[in-house]
Structure formats: structure tokens, C-alpha cells
Nanobody
């Protein structure tokens, strides 16, 4: 699976961005698609994930109610709509894919087999 993420940029606090991740190379029906982020000097952290087949989603607590993950079956795209952005959301955002993953491991970066190149999100105060 090849993943290509885009949509990052510079936005003021309270603003919105939509990240996109284009997936190619495999049928994604059995995959979990995730978004992670990594701020300078920090470890990569889980943001959100969606099971492709069911559409079931999972979010880290700090983005619940502000971010929405979704997928488009016809375009093999995954999106992360980010609203009410805060300076602490500043990071490089990565999309990732895993074919076999149990729910308890969805938040763990090492559970994912494929990664996109990352897109920078900067939120100014």
C-alpha cells in the first residue's frame, strides 16, 4: 500500500484544515487507516483511526469533538477534518495503514505496516 498525505498548512488558532490521504496498491476493505502526529522532540502519537469495512472510528481524547476521520470507498481516500485547531495541534501528521490489527493496538504506531510521508500542520496563537 502506498500512502500520500497532503493538506497541511499554517492556520490561526480556532481555524480548520482538512488532511487527505490517498491510498493505492491494495484493496483496503480489511485495513485500518490511522492518523498520527509528531511534534518536535516528542514521540509519534495516535490521533484517529477508522476501520475501512465498518467505518467505525476511534479518537484520542484531546481531539474528540474537534477532529473527524472519514473514508471515501470510491476514491480510496482517507480524510481528517480538523476544526477548532489549537497551537498544541502543531505537528507533522502522518497517515498509516494496517491490514491486521486488534482494537487494543490501534493506538500503537508499531501496529501499522504502511506510512505516508507526513504533512506539516502549524497552528499559530
Amino acid at each position: 500500500v502506498q500512502l500520500q498525505a497532503c493538506g497541511g498548512g499554517l492556520v490561526q488558532a480556532g481555524g480548520s484544515l482538512r488532511l487527505s490521504c490517498a491510498a493505492s496498491g491494495r484493496t483496503l476493505s480489511r485495513y485500518v487507516m490511522g492518523w498520527f502526529r509528531q511534534a518536535p522532540g516528542k514521540e509519534r502519537e495516535f490521533v484517529a483511526a477508522v476501520r475501512w469495512s465498518s467505518g467505525i472510528t476511534l479518537y484520542t481524547d484531546s481531539v474528540k469533538g474537534r477532529f473527524t476521520i472519514s473514508r471515501d470507498n470510491t476514491k480510496n481516500m482517507v480524510y481528517l477534518q480538523m476544526n477548532s485547531l489549537k497551537p498544541e495541534d502543531t505537528a507533522v501528521y502522518y497517515c498509516a495503514a494496517s491490514q491486521r490489527i486488534i482494537t487494543s493496538m490501534i493506538r500503537v504506531p508499531s501496529s501499522y505496516d504502511y506510512w505516508g510521508q507526513g504533512t506539516q500542520v502549524t497552528v499559530s496563537s
